[in-house]
């Protein structure tokens, strides 16, 4: 699970239409394929009401396991400039990020993204290092998922996949990188300073915010931003926490297989978690909820999973991931803002007059 996922806090939300196009093409193509399918689907409530319960179980503990490595990278990120920050307190933030991020169609990442940011500065984050932790864990995210996917095409046994597979790996690593390298060009870096007081003088005029001059705030900002660097060791744990968040979240897919008794097909089952993952991000509908779930089916269906199977354990993985994000992250959400409530009303005194 990631939150997967969870983009900078200055992302601007935006409807693009070749996301609608892309999604109603998927739809109609699905809706074709369970007519065409509808006779192996008919024991579908079946296997969902003989599902094995152990195995749904494992598959829970391994997503509560891809949320805790997601914190645990985060933590790492916001404590770049030394101490260490309450792993219970970014567990929460976390799981809280990531139930706004599913609760909310097409602004969701943006949103969950905003509450993180503020969440890590209430937490004495400085602001640009909470930015910067943001946007290095969505580079860190982004690049691990190509990996996996890559060799989820090598292990396919598909030449052509093999290839489009390293091609995936270099289009997520090598844009960050000439990006983070750039930067530190003067050319670079002063288009960038103009680039980000150009975005700061629009929001001024049009919100009266930030306050303070333009230049100087822009320049202050990617200077830091450019100070800031993990230590070797921090980088590989950084990096080690970024892929098990997928992989476990990969293995929750795996034991939803297994619970409706369906022999997981190893040599395409990457391809198919990546091509369910990569559909949520369209973000047409609150957590993907429908659009995922008949993707995820259709490419487990692809890699010789039988219909009915794939259709029931595509549900039951999302029912799990789903679940447990409304579940845990709704309620984490909630007790957040009653402390933070409480905070506001009467810091440091009793919430109610004797």
């Not at 933030?93 to 990442?109: D, F, H, Q, R, Y």
């Not at 991931?321 to 709704?330: D, P, R, T």
Request: hydrophobic share 55%; with cysteine.
């Amino acid at each position: 699970m990631t939150t997967a996922t969870l983009a900078p806090a200055t992302e601007r939300a935006s409807v693009r239409p070749i996301r609608v196009i892309i999604t109603v093409v998927l739809c109609l193509a699905v809706v074709v394929l369970l007519v065409w399918q509808r006779q192996r689907l008919a024991g579908l409530p079946d296997l969902l009401a003989d599902a094995n319960w152990g195995w749904i179980a494992v598959g829970i503990v391994a997503q509560v396991a891809s949320i805790g490595a997601l914190a645990r990278e985060q933590r790492l990120l916001i404590s770049v400039r030394g101490g260490r920050r309450p792993l219970p307190s970014v567990i929460a933030t976390t799981w809280a990020g990531n139930a706004i991020s599913v609760s909310l169609p097409l602004v969701g990442s943006a949103a969950a993204a905003v509450f993180v940011y503020k969440r890590f500065t209430s937490i004495g984050v400085d602001r640009t290092v909470a930015a910067w932790a943001l946007a290095i864990s969505g580079v860190y995210s982004t690049v691990s998922f190509a990996a996996i996917a890559a060799v989820g095409a090598i292990i396919s046994g598909s030449p052509g996949l093999a290839i489009t597979g390293v091609i995936a790996v270099l289009a997520g690593v090598l844009p960050a990188c000439l990006i983070l390298i750039g930067l530190r060009r003067p050319r670079v870096h002063h288009a960038a300073i103009t680039a980000i007081a150009y975005v700061l003088r629009l929001s001024q005029r049009l919100f009266r915010r930030p306050k303070g001059n333009a230049d100087q705030m822009s320049s202050s900002t990617l200077d830091q931003l450019t100070t800031l660097r993990l230590s070797k060791s921090h980088t590989v744990i950084v990096s080690f926490e970024a892929v098990i968040n997928w992989i476990f979240d990969l293995t929750c897919l795996a034991c939803a297989i297994m619970a409706v008794h369906g022999t997981v097909p190893w040599h395409g089952l990457i391809l198919a978690w990546a091509a369910g993952s990569s559909v949520s991000s369209l973000g047409l509908t609150p957590g993907g909820l429908g659009v995922v779930e008949i993707a995820l089916g259709t490419a487990l269906i692809g890699v010789g999973l039988p219909a009915g199977a794939a259709i029931a354990a595509a549900l039951l993985y999302r029912a799990v991931k789903l679940g447990l994000v409304f579940a845990i992250g709704g309620i984490t959400l909630l007790v957040i803002r009653w402390t933070t409530a409480r905070e506001v009303i009467a810091p440091g005194a009793p919430l109610l007059a004797d």
